[in-house]
Protein backbone atom coordinates (compact mmCIF):
# COMPACT_ATOMS: atom_id res chain seq x y z
CA UNK A 1 0.00 0.00 0.00
CA UNK A 2 1.72 3.31 -0.78
CA UNK A 3 1.08 6.10 1.72
CA UNK A 4 -1.72 7.98 -0.23
CA UNK A 5 -3.55 4.75 -0.07
CA UNK A 6 -3.02 4.75 3.00
CA UNK A 7 -4.47 8.49 3.52
CA UNK A 8 -7.17 7.83 2.01
CA UNK A 9 -8.57 5.25 4.40
CA UNK A 10 -8.51 8.67 6.99
CA UNK A 11 -11.78 9.14 8.48
CA UNK A 12 -10.73 12.97 9.30
CA UNK A 13 -7.43 14.85 8.36
CA UNK A 14 -4.46 14.71 10.20
CA UNK A 15 -3.93 17.89 12.65
CA UNK A 16 -1.18 18.24 15.13
CA UNK A 17 -2.96 21.44 16.93
CA UNK A 18 -5.98 19.85 18.26
CA UNK A 19 -7.43 16.69 19.55
CA UNK A 20 -8.97 14.55 16.93
CA UNK A 21 -12.45 12.87 17.10
CA UNK A 22 -10.65 9.18 17.31
CA UNK A 23 -7.97 10.43 19.94
CA UNK A 24 -11.08 11.80 22.26
CA UNK A 25 -13.31 8.98 21.73
CA UNK A 26 -10.40 6.74 22.52
CA UNK A 27 -9.31 8.41 25.43
CA UNK A 28 -12.88 9.05 26.57
CA UNK A 29 -13.64 5.36 26.72
CA UNK A 30 -10.64 4.61 29.36
CA UNK A 31 -11.95 6.99 31.98
CA UNK A 32 -14.89 5.41 34.39
CA UNK A 33 -18.27 5.65 33.11
CA UNK A 34 -18.88 8.73 35.59
CA UNK A 35 -16.34 10.71 34.35
CA UNK A 36 -17.13 9.82 30.51
CA UNK A 37 -20.96 11.22 31.46
CA UNK A 38 -19.28 14.67 33.12
CA UNK A 39 -17.34 14.83 29.55
CA UNK A 40 -20.46 14.10 27.40
CA UNK A 41 -22.64 16.61 30.13
CA UNK A 42 -20.61 19.72 29.63
CA UNK A 43 -20.41 19.14 25.72
CA UNK A 44 -23.94 19.52 25.09
CA UNK A 45 -24.13 22.24 27.79
CA UNK A 46 -21.66 24.36 26.20
CA UNK A 47 -22.98 23.45 22.87
CA UNK A 48 -19.44 22.25 21.66
CA UNK A 49 -18.26 19.00 20.49
CA UNK A 50 -16.98 16.21 23.12
CA UNK A 51 -13.42 16.04 22.21
CA UNK A 52 -13.26 20.09 22.42
CA UNK A 53 -14.33 19.75 25.51
CA UNK A 54 -11.65 17.05 26.64
CA UNK A 55 -8.94 19.58 25.23
CA UNK A 56 -10.07 22.26 27.03
CA UNK A 57 -9.53 19.88 30.49
CA UNK A 58 -6.02 18.75 29.25
CA UNK A 59 -4.91 22.68 28.52
CA UNK A 60 -6.44 23.70 31.31
CA UNK A 61 -4.34 21.56 33.43
CA UNK A 62 -1.07 22.34 31.53
CA UNK A 63 -1.43 25.49 31.27
CA UNK A 64 -4.35 27.68 32.81
CA UNK A 65 -3.94 30.88 30.43
CA UNK A 66 -4.62 28.70 26.72
CA UNK A 67 -7.80 27.76 25.19
CA UNK A 68 -5.73 25.29 22.96
CA UNK A 69 -3.34 23.06 22.37
CA UNK A 70 -2.12 26.02 20.10
CA UNK A 71 -1.81 27.96 22.72
CA UNK A 72 -0.69 25.67 25.21
CA UNK A 73 2.77 26.49 26.43
CA UNK A 74 3.85 24.57 29.93
CA UNK A 75 6.16 25.87 32.20
CA UNK A 76 7.81 22.90 33.09
Same mark, same amino acid.
Given at each position: ????S??? %? ?5 ? +? ?6 A?? *???A? !? ?6 ? %???R??? +? ?8 ? *????? !????E??? %? ?7
Amino acid at each position: MTSSSIES %FNAEPET +IEHLSLVAAR *MMLAA !FPPHIQAA %FERRAKA +INYPVEAVLE *MAIVG !FLDGEALS %FVDCKPRY
